[in-house]
């Protein structure tokens, strides 16, 4: 399995055990970092980028406010159950 797909799994493994709250990127990081993986935020970031443009996840952002949060699809859950 490549890295990117490993850090998508990841993603999509903390999101799907979150539902329906949000993470940032950073919390993603900080979490799979506790579990022993080495990824950076900006590789989180570049690969929820992509879920996102699958429809797989949704940025909340809110006007005024930097800080950009991840939530999971009913898509991703979808796959996620049938996949992962």
Known sequence: M????????????????????TASP???QRDAS???????????KRELSFLNDQGLV??????????RLYRIHAQGITHYEQNL
């Open 58 to 67: 949704i940025e909340i952002g809110d006007p005024g406010v930097t800080a």
């Open 2 to 21: 490549k890295r990117e797909d490993s850090i998508r799994k990841e993603i999509l493994m903390q999101l799907y055990a979150l539902r329906p709250f």
């Open 26 to 28: 950073e919390r993603i």
């Open 34 to 44: 506790k579990a022993g993986y080495d990824y950076t935020v900006a590789e989180v």
